[in-house]
Nanobody, 115 residues
Framework: QVQLVESGGGLVQPGGSLRLSCAAS????????VAWYRQAQGQQREWIGT???????NYADSVKDRFDISIDNAKNTGYLQMNNLKDEDTAIYYC?????????WGQGTQVTVSS
């Protein structure tokens, strides 16, 4: 059974950085697409960005130029590098990996930006 396990969340001060990881297990097939979403308390889940293993990527305006998604094919792991974090980035972050055309979700990891 395919599982995506997220890690790397935590508490960070405004202006700081964090890197989230999303590791796939239970499969010999690679994630072709990795996307990240977030959900702040009391709000709907919001798309952050998507990266294809071929290299193309796209980001929401709210995170463009601050966040970067990458994929390590050898480790079958996706990453979300977050820089210049702001209070409004506080949320639970979820990864979604597409493997053989099927979506798989991580369990979510809390990111809190606060001084």
């Amino acid at each position: 059974q395919v599982q995506l396990v997220e890690s790397g969340g935590g508490l960070v001060q405004p202006g700081g950085s964090l890197r989230l990881s999303c590791a796939a297990s239970g499969t010999t097939f690679s994630m072709n697409i990795v996307a990240w979403y977030r959900q702040a308390q009391g709000q709907q889940r919001e798309w952050i960005g998507t990266r294809l293993i071929a290299g193309a990527s796209n980001y929401a305006d709210s995170v463009k130029d601050r966040f970067d998604i990458s994929i390590d094919n050898a480790k079958n792991t996706g990453y979300l590098q977050m820089n210049n974090l702001k209070d409004e980035d506080t949320a639970i972050y979820y990864c979604k990996g597409v493997i053989r055309g099927r979506d798989h979700w991580g369990q979510g990891t809390q990111v809190t930006v606060s001084s």
